[in-house]
């Protein structure tokens, strides 16, 4: 029976495994079931934590290793990619929410300034022309104040003094100085930021309201946070000469995005950048199959997630797609779009969408036994395949 050519392509399951250890345990499982597989191992991401790692190792680069802060401000040790001319950075590489317990979650004390300190190292490497950002993941709603911060520019109150750091920084902006040479810095380096949401800074679909309660905001805090941000917009708005208030993706990041707006980056779709820079239609196109999932498979999954962008990829080439995830939402809308709800078009979604979650547990059970999970719910698919192939005679 002819072995099948597999691409295993998972993003990260978020709060156990990074992309790489679930492509790794799902490939161990799929070969205690079927060891003659050809299997290929391609990580991906949606431009959240782990992205600048998945495309660095993917494409050879050099892994960097840099002190910063965390969003708290405590030292830790941060990372970006460097391929070719491109610098490649996570947000949450230094402001990211995993740096946190569920306990110290709280945007009026989280900053972004790490990041800005990532930024600043990346620039001086001599070959970068170009930036690629990933802004998937934030433990902030402070605007980007303490990013722009650490790049240079002047963020003072009323006495001329730099504000503090976090959210409750925005109230006590008055002027912005310094942002003018950071943008001249800029201007020659092309900055693209790999975000798959669209909201705006203010409003009820904006930072404060979105992603403030997220990240551990109070309701109470959330109307502050939004009063704030407006002041500071106003300001940041003064200073860079135009507005980028209501551009898709400002909001993103706790407002970090419209602070990278004010620096002249442009937005584009997370999994579009990842899915593309990867090559991974050709990947696809060359596999009898391909296997990929996340964490949790509901709703959210289908709003610019990895795994619809590796569907839409399987429908274009005719190569089947199965999902392993860590767990499932059987919501009408997920089992309607990611399995095969349609009579007119076999390959409409998933060839199959499944969980690997054994039996009820408790969550924090579920995410300690997750590789040994992953590899079980692989090694069943793959003896499902391998029969399905003896039954057919292929």
């Known amino acids: 029976m002819k072995a099948l050519k597999v691409l295993v392509a998972p993003d990260s399951f978020k709060g156990s495994l990074s992309a790489f250890d679930a492509a790794e345990a799902i490939a161990r499982g799929l070969r205690q079931g079927w060891p003659e597989l050809d299997i290929t191992l391609l990580p991906v991401a949606d431009g959240g934590e782990g992205t600048a790692e998945v495309l660095t190792k993917a494409l050879s680069g050099i892994w960097r290793e840099v002190p910063v802060v965390d969003p708290l401000g405590r030292a830790l040790i941060g990372h970006y990619g460097l391929v070719g001319n491109t610098v490649v950075m996570d947000i949450a590489e230094a402001s990211g929410l995993q740096h946190l317990s569920d306990t110290e979650r709280?945007?009026?004390?989280?900053n972004s300034f790490g990041s800005g300190q990532l930024l600043m190292a990346a620039l001086q490497e001599p070959t970068a022309q170009r930036l690629l950002i990933g802004l998937g993941g934030s433990a902030t709603v402070d605007g980007g104040v303490g990013f722009l911060q650490a790049l240079g520019a002047k963020i003072l109150d009323r006495q001329g003094d730099p504000v503090v750091w976090g959210g409750q920084g925005l109230a006590?902006?008055?002027?912005?100085?310094?942002?003018h040479p950071i943008r001249e810095r800029l201007k020659h380096v092309e900055i693209t930021v790999a975000c798959d949401v669209r909201n705006p800074l203010l409003g009820p679909e904006g930072a404060a309201h979105i992603y403030g309660p997220q990240k551990g905001a109070s309701p109470e805090m959330v109307d502050v946070l939004e009063q704030s941000m407006t002041k500071y917009a106003a300001v940041l708005q003064r200073a860079a000469g135009e507005i980028y208030v209501d551009c898709p993706g400002a909001g993103a990041a706790g407002g970090l995005g419209f602070a990278l707006y004010a620096l002249g980056a442009s937005f584009r779709s997370g999994v579009e950048v990842v899915l593309e820079t990867l090559d991974f239609e050709e990947q696809a196109t060359q596999?009898?199959?391909?296997?990929?999932?996340?964490g949790m498979i509901d709703r959210q999954t289908?709003?610019?997630?990895?795994?619809?962008?590796?569907?839409?990829?399987?429908?274009k080439v005719q190569t089947p797609v199965i999902l392993l995830a860590g767990a499932v939402n059987l919501d009408p809308s997920v089992t309607g779009l990611l399995s095969l709800k349609s009579s007119t078009d076999s390959n409409q979604g998933a060839a199959a969408l499944l969980d690997s979650i054994p039996c009820l547990m408790d969550k924090q059970d579920a995410l300690d036994r997750a590789r040994l999970h992953l590899e079980w719910s692989a090694e069943q698919t793959s003896r499902l395949l391998r029969l399905g192939g003896s039954l057919c005679g292929s």
């Open 106 to 110: 709280n945007p009026w004390k989280a």
């Open 172 to 179: 006590q902006v008055e002027t912005i100085a310094e942002l």
């Open 287 to 294: 596999a009898d199959l391909v296997i990929t999932g996340e």
């Open 302 to 315: 289908l709003y610019g997630k990895t795994v619809m962008g590796i569907l839409a990829i399987g429908r």
